[in-house]
């Protein structure tokens, strides 16, 4: 659909041989660590360093200048100082490189010289034609051809199916470092913005949006360059593909803390909603949620509606999780008399059974695995519920249950997602993590999240309707 | 000040002996459990098993009956079904005990039997003037006296300064059993309050405001059973400790499902919202919210106003968490000229400097210690400021400093409260939050954390000047 940007942009994600300009043979340096990822993830392209210096980094002989670069190289990862960017860039485009990366902060987000460095970058692709990432980014990446150009070390990125659009090098930097060891899911590409002298969010989504190894979009954006293409574009995708979007600069304050960032003009902040809300993206309010919906995207299927099933292992617990569920537009049906009755078959007959389900009366009674097990194929089940929330109640006393009966249930029941929270001892949840998020069940230590979760991908769905 | 509620209910914290009546032999059994709690807390009273079968628990001989128990027992602890409990409240009343706390649930809260056995409780405490915790509680528990009538397997309740009242049983079973294993901070007093046949939310306040090992105040309601008195006594109490609850039943969904849950009519919540307001009491909105105010309560003391200074590693960060900031009431001041030539003075040119901090570049040329350190400090010796959050940026190839140099500053500075919030590796958070936590820093492993938990702080100390 987007032919002319997937064309124009390919090199960046799919390059066969890469330039790194600005290489470095020190450890911990931008210029070594950048080389360092390529090699970590198994990039099978080319890699050319490139240093007047020479000799040989990694293992691989250094190019002395962007001149003597073979033919054909496809992408440059420009790590120099921001005012020797635009000449690298320029010698870059002689040498018949279509497609560069360009690291340095130090344009306009600082002061007047950085001003003038951006705008002859700007000069510099009107007249040749470079497509640019950047300036002020903390690299890209594409799981899929096993390249980055990040050059914080992260060692093997983790293949996934979404996509991140990050106006902030957060995504290539300490977040992928915590989705890396904290987390069980990836990425196919994360295209960060910067400064967005060139590419921007408008070029970034449409290439997303026919990326077949795209499944969904997370956005981080503090400004836009097109808003008005950006929002008949994103109407289009939004019905293909779910987007979440945090856009910061919300309040007066962020707004001007956003100005010392990227020098983006915060647009004014209701008009961003609005303009959000009728392009189908889901709006996020915390930069948590872009964490909790690129998991909960990455592992289940959308919701066919936002009515939600759930248990918990206490009387209270069902009360403030079914005011959340309330605030964040979830619904909490009441179920069928097929559905009661069979809650009521598998609990003693002191709790009053009903959805939400007190389970842990049924799970002190017949094992915790039991209880939850029949608890929740009972609502999955249910013709009125459209995705199933246990509340997994784990303390070395009372018994770790083997957790394949949750990997069970998703696969017979596939188009309900089931989102895992829970309450009591600290490593068994984490035990439990690790034995399902591996396994696609994605779980959530925090009590709320996986109902925040849930709320996010539910609007998503609403989103594909077109509902909007 | 509440000289009779003190004197009345001080036997149920500091009892000299106890019974515990329904004692079992069987491991898993809450009449079993119970016993395996005092002594893993090594309670240093007398216990006294129950039971008619007689013989030997866990090594304590057992009593065959209430009535040949000696003379003094301070609490009986009764763990038997809804229909034999008033039978042996009344015989523990005729033995001479003047304290129960009852386990079972199955009375208002299920059916009419149970409000039958209910009214059979308050003819009781009407006739013999017995005091009684619950029914339908998980026990409750007093630290400073290595005491708790808890059934749940706990092992050793950490003891601290915070005292939670709880219409819930969360809090002696699987929110205890997080607390233990997760976090680093104890509690002094848990009142379970279950169906409040005698016992209710004012009691208790009256109790732990006069309580010299209570410091701060966590309550969990889902009904008031004395609105107009409880709102006089928050009013008082509220000015020289803090009082945090959560009221749940926000929404009409919750309060059928809290109808469900304790019998309790949930109020009007709008009236709840005005009435919490005007007593100085600090509403939070979830349950985790609960976690965080007794974290940060036990740890730190209040700051003396909203005005927040905090250090981020990125840009984008300091933008998204001053939206948070100002959705959360925190103020993001702009610092002293003085503050931000120090600031300026720790890092290199091309980062402006300002509150919120940008701290990266300062932590990647100075090294991530120096960083944090002087940019905290300059935030600290800052007047504007009230309070300050660093986010760490940990990742193991960065490098993890020597924490040492948070506990100084907060030794140096103890008037402002520290939060830590982190970015980076999960498994080097653990380890952060692992030292600086048993030395009373607060760190929270999701980003929006320790600002919410700041906001609870400052609402807390605005409470407390009587400003509602």
Same mark, same amino acid.
């Given at each position: 659909? !987007?032919?002319?940007?997937?064309?124009?942009?390919? $090199?960046?994600?799919? $390059?066969?041989?890469?330039?790194?300009?600005? /290489?470095?043979? +020190?450890?911990?340096?931008? *210029?070594?660590?950048?080389?360092?990822? =390529?090699?970590?993830?198994?990039?099978?392209?080319?890699?050319?360093? &490139?240093?007047?210096?020479? #000799?040989e980094i990694l293992g691989l002989p250094v190019m002395a200048s962007i001149g003597t670069l073979p033919d054909g190289v496809d992408v440059a990862i420009i790590i120099l100082p921001a005012e020797a960017t635009p000449q690298a860039v320029r010698e870059c485009a002689s040498r018949g490189i279509g497609h560069v990366a360009l690291m340095a *902060?130090?344009?306009?987000? &600082?002061?007047?010289? *950085?001003?003038?460095?951006?705008n002859e970058l700007l000069t510099i692709i009107r007249e040749t034609g470079i497509r640019v990432l950047g300036p002020n980014i903390s690299g890209h990446a594409s799981t899929p051809q096993s390249y980055t150009s990040a050059f914080f070390p992260l060692g093997k990125i983790r293949r996934g199916t979404? @996509?991140?659009?990050?106006?902030?090098?957060?995504?290539?930097?300490?977040?992928?470092?915590?989705?890396?060891?904290?987390?069980?899911?990836?990425?196919? %590409? &994360?295209?960060?913005?910067g400064n967005k002298v060139d590419v921007d969010e408008v070029d970034a989504l449409e290439y997303l949006a026919d990326d077949p190894e795209t499944s969904a979009i997370i956005m981080y954006l503090e400004s836009f360059k097109r808003p008005a293409r950006f929002l008949?574009?994103?109407?289009?995708? @939004?019905?293909?593909?779910?987007?979440?979007?945090?856009?910061? #600069?919300?309040?007066?304050?962020?707004?001007?803390?956003?100005?010392?960032?990227?020098?983006?003009?915060?647009?004014?902040? %209701?008009?961003?909603?609005?303009? =959000? %809300?009728? @392009?189908?993206?889901? %709006?996020?309010?915390?930069? +948590?949620?872009?964490?909790?919906?690129?998991? /909960?995207?990455?592992?289940?299927?959308?919701?066919?509606?936002?009515?939600v099933g759930f248990l918990a292992p206490s009387g209270a617990m069902l009360v403030v999780l079914t005011d959340l569920c309330v605030r964040l537009g979830l619904e909490v049906p009441t179920v069928t008399?097929?559905?009661? /009755?069979?809650?009521?078959?598998? @609990?003693?007959?002191?709790?009053?059974?009903?959805? $939400?389900?007190?389970?842990?009366?049924?799970?002190?009674?017949?094992?915790?695995?039991?209880? !939850?097990?029949?608890?929740?194929?009972?609502?999955?089940?249910?013709?009125?519920?459209? /995705?199933?929330?246990?509340?997994?109640?784990?303390?070395?006393?009372?018994?770790? $249950?083997?957790?394949?009966?949750?990997v069970d249930l998703a696969q017979r029941y596939p188009e309900k997602p089931i989102l895992v929270g829970f309450s009591g001892d600290a490593d068994c949840m984490e035990e439990c993590k690790a034995f399902l998020e591996p396994r696609n069940i994605p779980t959530f230590p925090v009590l709320e999240q996986p109902f925040k979760a849930l709320a996010i991908l539910a609007r998503c769905h609403e989103a594909m309707l077109g509902n909007h």
């Open positions: 659909m !987007y032919d002319a940007t997937k064309q124009s942009l390919t $090199p960046f994600f799919e $390059p066969r041989s890469v330039a790194i300009v600005g /290489a470095s043979g +020190t450890p911990g340096k931008a *210029g070594y660590e950048a080389i360092r990822n =390529l090699q970590a993830n198994a990039y099978p392209g080319h890699i050319y360093p &490139v240093n007047p210096r020479g #000799g *902060g130090g344009f306009a987000e &600082v002061d007047e010289t *950085g001003v003038e460095a951006q979404v @996509s991140v659009i990050a106006q902030t090098g957060n995504f290539l930097t300490h977040t992928m470092r915590y989705i890396l060891t904290g987390e069980h899911f990836g990425v196919a %590409r &994360v295209i960060g913005l008949s574009v994103a109407r289009e995708v @939004s019905r293909r593909k779910p987007i979440v979007m945090l856009k910061s #600069g919300m309040t007066e304050a962020g707004k001007q803390a956003a100005v010392a960032h990227t020098a983006a003009m915060a647009t004014e902040d %209701r008009l961003v909603d609005g303009m =959000l %809300r009728q @392009s189908g993206i889901v %709006r996020l309010e915390e930069y +948590t949620d872009l964490i909790l919906a690129a998991k /909960a995207l990455s592992m289940v299927p959308l919701p066919k509606g936002n009515r008399d097929e559905t009661v /009755a069979r809650l009521h078959e598998i @609990s003693p007959p002191y709790i009053r059974m009903r959805n $939400p389900v007190d389970i842990w009366a049924s799970a002190t009674v017949n094992g915790v695995e039991f209880g !939850y097990r029949e608890g929740m194929e009972a609502l999955l089940k249910d013709p009125t519920i459209d /995705a199933v929330v246990p509340i997994l109640m784990l303390t070395r006393d009372t018994g770790i $249950p083997p957790f394949d009966f949750i």
